[in-house]
């Protein structure tokens, strides 16, 4: 082991040393030298990446090895694990619940922490740097609104490290103050971001939920876990204008990426809507008039929203029975305009009117909803031909906002089998439709057959016996309508059950070449995965909606 001297004596000796001499010589005997100890740590490269979660311990054994001197001093060293500027530990091992500033850095990757060994003889100080990425168990999954007995709760079915696990009552999880106790919870509604699920100070780039019930619209927020018109919410809104409140009710909440929203809410039967996209535009204006016909009257128009971020929106004339178009905000907007405070008619051509027509014959809009980003499908009931099955996509330019293409429109042949329908799901990339009743499940594929009559009832592939659907939909990956999944999921409930145990969500693959259901195994659809029955789970309330949580 070599030995390793401090040199005590500086400054001019190495000057003194080339002068002639005119003293005696020094003696570099005389030197007053002392033997140190070194710290050698190993097993922790500056490279080294280390994963941590929330509310977990982190343990980190970095192995320090002392080179010990002959004679020397006794080895005294100290310790201390660095992050941010913070010491999180002076032990030589790192034992540690990740929370403070660890969990401050969830979410982004190769943050980098420092541990450092101090020579407490000489003050000389080693140290090593790793990278350290910080997850959680609350940050990706799917959150469910479940009905409890004369109340309700947040479920929160956590994707972590490929596996699904069920957390129960998020709500009461974090002491929520959000009033419940004899409320029904009727829809709810989820901002993305990439952080877990908090009670925290959040904003619209972070995750907020809306949950209505039949007595008010509550926001999620910071403060007192609950508001009925957060600072979250604070830029859609001026003064004067409609508020947050039990009359406002949500609408389609379209997402693009994790800080663009655009919102369609509906007031004292008026709609309005606001946007993050390329500035903040406030719900300050109905937009339900129609640019040059009269700007001043207003119309009923359907819940049902057709909504895209970056290119226009479909909604429906329900006084006037007619589709109309509403543009978006255009690259670089910091202000409203005519273009996104009214809506616009949609015209028919000749060769538009053999899909489908965008104004003639409609008698009313059963539904519609997106099925992709960009693409959309409605269900309308035509005066001479019966009910209709639509297709239309949008223009994906922000340039082009004003774009809205027919691609696809066929006739039901029998009309009372619709009239039983409660939800209608299209799969995001393959030609299958499917319907559902509250104890059937039926799927067709859509062709260029003029009449589409072929279904096929496919209920015992995803309803248990005795239960009856409250969820059926392709969950988009980013909350509302972007990236659907490519399975199914369900959420029903036994009537006969126990109130707020009686509830199960499934999730099913979709067999690209028959449209056929196989209960999903795993989070990545492996067979033999962690659940015995497939991504089945019950124990919970009602379903009333699922929203998926995006890491």
């Known amino acids: 082991m070599k030995n390793i001297y401090k040199l005590i004596l500086v400054g001019m000796a190495g000057v003194l040393l080339g002068l002639p001499s005119c003293s005696n010589e020094i003696d570099p005997n005389d030197l007053m030298l002392h033997p140190i100890n070194t710290a050698v740590i190993v097993g922790l ?68 922490m420092a541990f450092r060994v101090t020579d407490n003889n000489t003050g000389i100080v080693v140290t090593r740097t790793v990278y350290l990425n910080v997850t959680s168990r609350l940050t990706r999954g799917w959150l469910a609104l479940t009905e409890r007995d004369n109340s309700y709760d947040i479920d929160f079915l956590v994707n972590f490290n490929d596996t699904v696990t069920l957390h129960t009552g998020i709500l009461d999880m974090f002491e929520s103050t959000v009033p419940r106790l004899g409320e029904t919870p009727k829809a709810f509604h989820a901002f993305q971001n990439n952080r877990p699920l908090r009670m925290g100070p959040i904003n619209l780039t972070g995750y907020t939920i809306w949950v209505q019930t039949d007595k008010a619209i509550y926001n999620l927020n910071a403060a007192d876990n609950y508001s009925l018109f957060s600072s979250d919410l604070l830029p859609f809104a001026v003064p004067g204008t409609p508020a947050f409140s039990a009359g406002f009710i949500p609408g389609r909440i379209t997402t693009f990426s994790h800080s663009a929203v655009r919102l369609y809410m509906k007031y004292d039967g008026n709609m309005y809507s606001a946007t993050s996209q390329n500035g903040l535009f406030p719900f300050e204006f109905p937009i339900n008039r129609v640019s040059g016909e009269n700007n001043d ?181 980013n909350g509302s309508t972007g990236s659907p999944q490519g399975y199914i999921t369900v959420g029903s409930y036994n009537p006969n059950g126990k109130v707020g145990e009686n509830g199960r969500i499934e999730f099913f693959n979709v067999d690209g070449a028959t449209g056929n259901f196989t209960p999903r195994e795993t989070v990545s659809g492996v067979a033999g995965g962690e659940f015995e029955e497939g991504m089945s789970f019950t124990g919970i309330g009602k379903p009333i909606g699922i929203s998926y949580k995006n890491q």
């Open 45 to 112: 490269g500056n490279t080294q990446r280390y994963n941590a979660v929330v509310g977990e311990i982190l343990t980190i054994d970095p192995i320090v090895v002392f080179l010990e001197v002959p004679n020397g001093p006794a080895p005294d060293f100290s310790f201390a694990w660095y992050m941010g500027g913070e010491v999180i530990s002076e032990e030589e091992i790192l034992r540690v619940r990740v929370e403070g500033e660890l969990a401050r850095v969830l979410g982004n990757r190769d943050n980098i």
């Open 297 to 477: 009257a207003l119309f009923n128009v359907s819940p049902y929203v057709f909504g895209t971020v970056v290119g226009a929106s479909l909604l429906f004339d329900e006084d006037n029975k007619r589709f109309l178009r509403h543009n978006h905000p255009p690259a670089g907007a910091t202000s409203p305009s005519r273009g996104i405070t009214f809506l616009h008619p949609l015209f028919d051509t000749a060769e538009d009117v053999a899909l489908f027509s965008w104004t003639d014959n409609i008698e009313r809009l059963v539904y519609m909803s997106n099925y992709n980003t960009n693409a959309g499908f409605a269900i309308i009931k035509d005066k001479v031909l019966g009910y209709r099955y639509l297709e239309f996509a949008t223009s994906t330019s922000v340039l082009a906002n004003n774009v809205m293409n027919k691609s696809f429109g066929r006739t039901f042949n029998d009309n009372a089998f619709i009239e039983s329908a409660k939800f209608f799901a299209k799969h995001p990339s393959q030609p299958y439709f499917y319907m559902a009743s509250e104890d059937k499940v039926y799927r067709m594929m859509v062709s260029t057959n003029e009449l589409i009559n072929m279904w096929e009832d496919v209920t015992d592939e995803v309803l248990k016996q005795g239960y009856r659907i409250s969820v059926f939909q392709f969950t988009a990956n």
